[in-house]
C-alpha cells in the first residue's frame, strides 16, 4: 500500500492515521507542533483538546453518547484513550487533557508504520492525503485549502470558558449535585438568589469585550459555543434558562430551588482545576476577572485560563465532499474535522476516523464505508455532504439527523434508547468485515 500523509495531529488527524497505519498504510503525520502553536495551543503533544468541555455524555439516551459508542465499536483510538484518561463528570465522558494527549502520543509513536513529521505544511504532499488541520488552519495551507475548494470557505466564531482552581471555590457557598441526581454529584453549584442575579446580569452585559482579529464586527458564533456575554444580551433570563438553568439542581442545605446556578466541572484527574460549563467568552481578561467573581463562591477565584475566542473556519461541505470526505473532483484528497463543517471533539474525530477508513480503501483499491443515516457517524456523514442543504451550518451529532423506524414512543429517553440500539444494529451489520 503506497504511502499517505495526514496533515494536521488534532483530534481528526490522529484518528485518521490510527485508522491507516492499522490497516497497513505507511503513513506520514504532519503536525506544526512543537515548532508553531496556534493561538490556541500549549501543549505539544498531539490531539490537544483546546477546550475544556467534556467529551458530553456518555448514555445511549444521548447522541454523542451513542457516537462514541459507534466509534469504540470502530476500534477508535480517540475513544480508547478518552476511556483511559477518563476524570468524573457525572454522566458525562470528561478526561484530565494531558494525560489524554499524552496517551494518543504514545500510542500513535509505537505504530512502526508512523512516520510523525513536525513540520508545518506549506504545499499539498504528492499522492493520497488526509486535511485535518482543524478550525484554525492558517499559513500557506489556506492557500492551497482555497485553490481545492474554489474560494476562501465560510467561518464562524467560537469561544471557550475559564478555569479556576478548586482551592480557590468558597465551599460555604456552593454544594456538589449533579442535575436531577443523574450520575454522580461532580459538579460544584454556585447559587445565585435574584438579587445576586440580578447584579451580575447587568455587569456582564455592560462588560468589556476584546477586540476580534480580522476588523470583523459582526461575528457569525455558532449557537452551540454561544459566548455567555452575547447569550445574556438576549434578555434579562437567557441565561437562566440556558447555561444557569437551576432546574433539577435543588440546593441540600435548604431544600430549594436556586434562581441561578452556575456549575464548575472538573477539568483535571485531581481535581484541582474546575471549567465554568457553558461561559465561554470574548470579554477582556479583567472584566472576566470582575464580573465572573460576582459569582457566589468564586469572590476569591484563581483563573488559571481565562476565557478566549477565536476564528474557527470550515469548508462548504455539501458542495465540495463525496460521503467518503473525499473531494469531489480530487478523490486523493480528503478532508476531516472541524474544517468540514462537524462541530465537537467526537464529532471530529469520527470524522477522521472515516476519512481514514476510507483514504486507506481508496489506497488499496477497495470500496469505501458509507455507513447508513440510520447510525449516528452515518447521519453526520451523511448531513454535510448532502447537496440540498444550502445554508450549510457547523452540525452536532444528534438524534434529530437519524433515520430510524418510526414507532411511538413517549418516553424521550426510552426513544432515544431505542434508536440508539437501532443504529447499533445496523452498524455492525455494516462492520462485519472492517
Same mark, same amino acid.
Given at each position: 500500500?503506497? $504511502?499517505?500523509?495526514?496533515?494536521?495531529?488534532?483530534?481528526?488527524?490522529?484518528?485518521?492515521?490510527? #485508522?491507516? !497505519?492499522?490497516?497497513? @498504510?505507511?503513513?506520514?503525520?504532519?503536525?506544526?507542533?512543537?515548532?508553531?502553536?496556534?493561538?490556541?495551543?500549549?501543549?505539544?503533544?498531539?490531539?490537544?483538546?483546546?477546550?475544556?468541555?467534556?467529551?458530553?455524555?456518555?448514555?445511549?439516551?444521548?447522541?454523542?453518547?451513542?457516537?462514541?459508542?459507534?466509534?469504540?465499536?470502530?476500534?477508535? &483510538?480517540?475513544?480508547?484513550?478518552?476511556? !483511559?484518561?477518563?476524570?468524573?463528570?457525572?454522566?458525562?465522558?470528561?478526561?484530565?487533557?494531558?494525560?489524554?494527549?499524552?496517551?494518543?502520543?504514545?500510542?500513535?509513536? !509505537?505504530?512502526?508504520?508512523?512516520?510523525?513529521?513536525?513540520?508545518?505544511?506549506?504545499?499539498?504532499?504528492?499522492? %493520497?492525503?488526509?486535511?485535518?488541520?482543524?478550525?484554525?488552519?492558517?499559513?500557506? &495551507?489556506?492557500?492551497?485549502? !482555497?485553490?481545492?475548494?474554489?474560494?476562501?470557505?465560510?467561518?464562524?466564531?467560537?469561544?471557550? *470558558?475559564?478555569? %479556576?482552581?478548586?482551592?480557590?471555590?468558597?465551599?460555604?457557598?456552593?454544594?456538589?449535585? *449533579?442535575?436531577?441526581?443523574?450520575?454522580?454529584?461532580?459538579?460544584?453549584?454556585?447559587?445565585?438568589?435574584?438579587?445576586?442575579?440580578?447584579?451580575?446580569?447587568?455587569?456582564?452585559?455592560?462588560?468589556?469585550? @476584546?477586540?476580534?482579529?480580522?476588523?470583523?464586527?459582526?461575528?457569525?458564533?455558532?449557537?452551540?459555543?454561544?459566548?455567555?456575554?452575547?447569550?445574556?444580551?438576549?434578555?434579562?433570563?437567557?441565561?437562566?434558562?440556558?447555561?444557569?438553568?437551576?432546574?433539577?439542581?435543588?440546593?441540600?442545605?435548604?431544600?430549594?430551588?436556586?434562581?441561578?446556578?452556575? #456549575?464548575?466541572?472538573?477539568?483535571?484527574?485531581?481535581?484541582?482545576?474546575?471549567?465554568?460549563?457553558?461561559?465561554?467568552?470574548?470579554?477582556?481578561?479583567?472584566? #472576566?476577572?470582575?464580573?465572573?467573581?460576582?459569582?457566589?463562591?468564586?469572590?476569591?477565584?484563581?483563573?488559571?485560563?481565562?476565557?478566549?475566542?477565536?476564528?474557527?473556519?470550515?469548508?462548504?461541505?455539501?458542495?465540495? &465532499?463525496?460521503?467518503?470526505?473525499?473531494?469531489?473532483?480530487?478523490?486523493?484528497?480528503?478532508?476531516?474535522?472541524?474544517?468540514?463543517?462537524?462541530?465537537?471533539?467526537?464529532?471530529?474525530?469520527?470524522?477522521?476516523?472515516?476519512?481514514?477508513?476510507?483514504?486507506?480503501?481508496? @489506497?488499496?483499491? $477497495?470500496?469505501?464505508?458509507?455507513?447508513?443515516?440510520?447510525?449516528?457517524?452515518?447521519?453526520?456523514?451523511?448531513?454535510?455532504?448532502?447537496?440540498?442543504?444550502?445554508?450549510?451550518?457547523?452540525?452536532?451529532?444528534?438524534?434529530?439527523?437519524?433515520?430510524?423506524?418510526?414507532?411511538?414512543?413517549?418516553?424521550?429517553?426510552? $426513544?432515544?434508547?431505542?434508536?440508539?440500539?437501532? *443504529?447499533?444494529?445496523?452498524?455492525?451489520?455494516?462492520?462485519?468485515?472492517?
Amino acid at each position: 500500500m503506497s $504511502r499517505v500523509s495526514v496533515i494536521g495531529g488534532g483530534l481528526a488527524g490522529c484518528e485518521a492515521a490510527w #485508522q491507516l !497505519a492499522r490497516r497497513g @498504510a505507511e503513513v506520514r503525520l504532519y503536525e506544526m507542533k512543537p515548532l508553531t502553536f496556534s493561538p490556541a495551543h500549549s501543549n505539544p503533544d498531539l490531539c490537544e483538546l483546546v477546550c475544556s468541555n467534556s467529551l458530553k455524555g456518555n448514555g445511549l439516551d444521548n447522541a454523542c453518547g451513542l457516537l462514541k459508542e459507534e466509534m469504540r465499536r470502530m476500534d477508535s &483510538l480517540v475513544i480508547s484513550c478518552a476511556d !483511559a484518561t477518563r476524570v468524573p463528570a457525572g454522566g458525562a465522558l470528561a478526561v484530565d487533557r494531558d494525560k489524554f494527549a499524552a496517551l494518543v502520543t504514545e500510542r500513535l509513536r !509505537a505504530l512502526p508504520n508512523v512516520e510523525i513529521v513536525a513540520k508545518t505544511v506549506e504545499e499539498l504532499p504528492e499522492g %493520497i492525503t488526509v486535511i485535518a488541520t482543524g478550525p484554525l488552519t492558517h499559513g500557506g &495551507l489556506n492557500g492551497v485549502i !482555497a485553490g481545492l475548494t474554489g474560494g476562501e470557505g465560510l467561518h464562524f466564531y467560537d469561544a471557550a *470558558a475559564p478555569v %479556576i482552581t478548586a482551592e480557590s471555590i468558597d465551599g460555604e457557598k456552593t454544594y456538589l449535585a *449533579a442535575r436531577y441526581g443523574k450520575g454522580t454529584p461532580d459538579y460544584i453549584n454556585c447559587p445565585m438568589n435574584r438579587e445576586e442575579y440580578d447584579a451580575f446580569w447587568e455587569a456582564l452585559v455592560a462588560a468589556e469585550r @476584546a477586540p476580534l482579529h480580522g476588523n470583523v464586527e459582526t461575528p457569525n458564533v455558532f449557537e452551540g459555543c454561544m459566548p455567555v456575554e452575547i447569550m445574556a444580551a438576549r434578555g434579562r433570563d437567557t441565561l437562566r434558562f440556558g447555561p444557569l438553568k437551576p432546574k433539577g439542581l435543588r440546593d441540600p442545605r435548604t431544600g430549594l430551588t436556586p434562581w441561578a446556578v452556575l #456549575q464548575l466541572r472538573r477539568d483535571n484527574a485531581e481535581g484541582t482545576l474546575y471549567n465554568m460549563v457553558g461561559f465561554q467568552t470574548n470579554l477582556k481578561f479583567g472584566e #472576566q476577572k470582575r464580573v465572573f467573581s460576582m459569582i457566589p463562591g468564586l469572590e476569591n477565584a484563581d483563573f488559571v485560563r481565562y476565557g478566549v475566542m477565536h476564528r474557527n473556519t470550515y469548508i462548504d461541505s455539501p458542495r465540495l &465532499l463525496a460521503p467518503d470526505y473525499s473531494l469531489r473532483g480530487r478523490p486523493e484528497v480528503f478532508f476531516a474535522g472541524q474544517i468540514t463543517g462537524v462541530e465537537g471533539y467526537v464529532e471530529s474525530a469520527a470524522s477522521g476516523l472515516m476519512a481514514g477508513i476510507n483514504a486507506a480503501a481508496r @489506497a488499496a483499491g $477497495r470500496e469505501p464505508l458509507i455507513l447508513p443515516p440510520s447510525t449516528c457517524t452515518g447521519a453526520l456523514t451523511a448531513y454535510i455532504t448532502d447537496p440540498e442543504v444550502k445554508n450549510f451550518q457547523p452540525m452536532n451529532a444528534n438524534f434529530g439527523i437519524i433515520q430510524w423506524e418510526r414507532i411511538k414512543i413517549k418516553n424521550k429517553k426510552e $426513544r432515544y434508547e431505542h434508536i440508539s440500539a437501532q *443504529a447499533l444494529e445496523v452498524l455492525a451489520n455494516c462492520t462485519k468485515n472492517l
